[in-house]
């Protein structure tokens, strides 16, 4: 790791020129002394001002390790000419922005990009195009395919994350076009934002969202339309592996971003030199605290150390003494972070059985090892969704706050069954993908699944740790769930809750085969459905093992 410490120039801003003549703005920390130094930069869809403060150490921190710091403004955010279009410029402007900066004055012609969300997808779009001066990425918390792993979520609209996102876009734009009107009715949708609408997906303010956003693309342009693809880095996975940029991945296990950028750890991984860090948080911050629990001082973030350490790699050619393993996993029942070489498959097989009541009663479901099902054990398990009390979004990847928030009393609702092991008699470990192959019966031809899996505390309390959401319909469905590393200690239990519905995080699905994101509130009907229990029905997939001590 750079161990020289350099003073920084007061930061400078410079505008350049897209290949349509388009003007990009972006502030410089440049470091004093002699170079060259390799450049660092960000592309920012938020303003450059905000600069790195939401998850990173601020640019002079950057530029006093040995780097040229530059925060642009994305197309037509901030100060930058042209039209924001969500992602249909990122890879252009991408490109042209770090030839650019490759030769600043004092660049040593090698740049490296950061930064997450937004400004991590926008890295690997870069990546896409042919440019040999971008040499490095540390994309976090990214959309990979943005309609599987970011629009959507196993075709369910995040009906949350989505509007919310959109009204904050929005906003901006609204602002940066002088609609002083449109920004306050958007600011304030912000900040009371209702789902009791004849129509939740499209609110009162859709035209407005319509105009300044790309909630309505997302929302009408079908699955198969080219639309995605072009923006998209799944899209082009084979020029990204064709310019061979070294790419440190980082998620967290509440993230909602996890799948698309685990969807990039696996596309990639073996193709080009790449690194994956999982840590127990949120989309941001990255911190001890995430939700109802302190994970210890090892779950505080030294992304910044650890992005400089692969940076000084592979921009200035300092390997580090000690190689760091591929994968870097933070442990939640632990609070440790373990090391490995890939992030592991499913391993155990669980069945579901119980008498019938396990929505009634949290004590008739159980999860059950596959072979050692009992034959009566395979009674069907009515789940219903009322949409007057629509089970809701709490805690996990969905709910907010996000996180490992205990839902025990949520799990004590009648519409949410739920299968839970004895009492672990060793400590396991927890590492990996989860999923749910589901098997239902119902005479609604769609409804929604959304999967829970929980730690339970000897206490009783119930720590979510993975869970997925899908559109469903008779017959089998499988629910991919978040991964996750945990060790699980002898006396506590897991536990796998299932339900019709995680509202407001995606809209109910009415029952009646009409699409949710079309549904209105007169659609909505009583829905029921049957899981089917015991050998050859639901099972679920972990990626347990008994743990070494």
């Known amino acids: 790791m750079t161990d020289r410490l350099y003073a920084v120039a007061a930061p400078r801003t410079e505008r350049m020129c897209a290949r349509d003549g388009t003007v990009l703005v972006a502030d410089i920390w440049q470091p004093e002394g002699d170079g060259p130094f390799p450049v660092l930069l960000m592309r920012q869809a938020y303003g450059r001002r905000i600069g ?83 040499r490095a990425l540390a994309p976090a918390m990214i959309g990979w395919d943005l309609r599987r792993d970011w629009a959507y979520e196993n075709d369910a609209f995040p009906l949350r994350a989505n509007l919310g996102w959109a009204i904050q876009l929005a906003a901006e734009t609204a602002r940066l076009a002088g609609d002083h009107a449109a920004q306050a009715t958007l600011f304030a949708a912000s900040r009371g934002m209702s789902f009791s609408g004849s129509t939740p997906v499209r609110p009162p303010i859709l035209d407005l969202l319509r105009r300044y956003s790309h909630y309505t693309t997302w929302l009408d342009t079908p699955a198969d339309d080219p639309y995605w693809a072009s923006i998209s880095p799944a899209a082009h996975v084979d020029a990204i592996i064709a310019s061979k940029p070294a790419v440190f991945l980082i998620g967290g296990w509440y993230d909602s971003h996890l799948p698309g950028t685990l969807a990039a750890w696996r596309a990639l991984s073996g193709h080009v030199p790449a690194r994956l860090l999982v840590g127990p948080w949120g989309h941001f911050p990255w911190d001890r605290r995430t939700g109802d629990l302190d994970f210890g001082n090892d779950a505080i973030t030294d992304i910044d150390q650890q992005q400089v350490r692969w940076f000084d790699q592979w921009l200035k050619d300092r390997p580090p003494a000690t190689p760091d393993a591929p994968v870097r996993l933070f442990d939640m029942g632990a609070h440790v972070w373990r090391d490995g070489a890939d992030l592991p498959e499913p391993q155990a097989m669980f069945h579901l059985s119980g008498t019938g009541r396990a929505a009634i009663d949290t004590r008739d479901g159980g999860l059950v090892p596959a072979g050692q099902i009992r034959p009566d054990a395979d009674v069907p398990q009515s789940l219903t969704l009322d949409p007057w009390r629509p089970a809701p979004a709490q805690g996990g990847s969905f709910g907010m706050p996000v996180g490992p928030v205990d839902r025990s009393r949520t799990d004590a609702r009648s519409d949410i069954a739920t299968f839970t092991t004895p009492s672990l008699t060793a400590p396991h470990l927890l590492c990996g993908q989860v999923m749910c192959r589901f098997v239902v019966r119902s005479a609604h031809p769609s409804f929604d699944l959304h999967a829970v899996l929980s730690r339970i505390s000897a206490a009783g309390q119930a720590y979510t740790l993975a869970e997925g959401y899908a559109r469903a319909g008779p017959g089998e469905t499988t629910v991919p769930m978040r991964a996750t590393c945990a060790r699980v200690e002898a006396g506590e239990a897991l536990r796998l809750s299932v339900s019709l519905s995680c509202f407001p995080a995606f809209p109910l699905n009415p029952g009646t085969g009409v699409a949710p994101c079309d549904a209105a509130l007169p659609d909505m009907t009583v829905t029921t459905v049957h899981i089917v229990t015991g050998d050859g029905g639901t099972c679920l997939h972990l990626p347990l093992s008994p743990a070494g001590e």
């Open 52 to 134: 790195t403060s939401l998850c990173y150490a601020p640019p002079e921190w950057y530029a006093a390790r040995g780097y040229i710091v530059v925060m642009q403004d994305a197309r037509g955010r901030g100060e930058s000419g042209g039209t924001f279009d969500l992602f249909r410029y990122e890879a252009q402007d991408g490109v042209d922005t770090v030839n650019w900066a490759a030769g600043l004055p004092g660049s040593s012609g090698r740049v490296g990009m950061f930064g997450f969300s937004f400004q991590g997808t926008n890295q690997l779009l870069a990546a896409t195009q042919d440019c040999p001066a971008l």
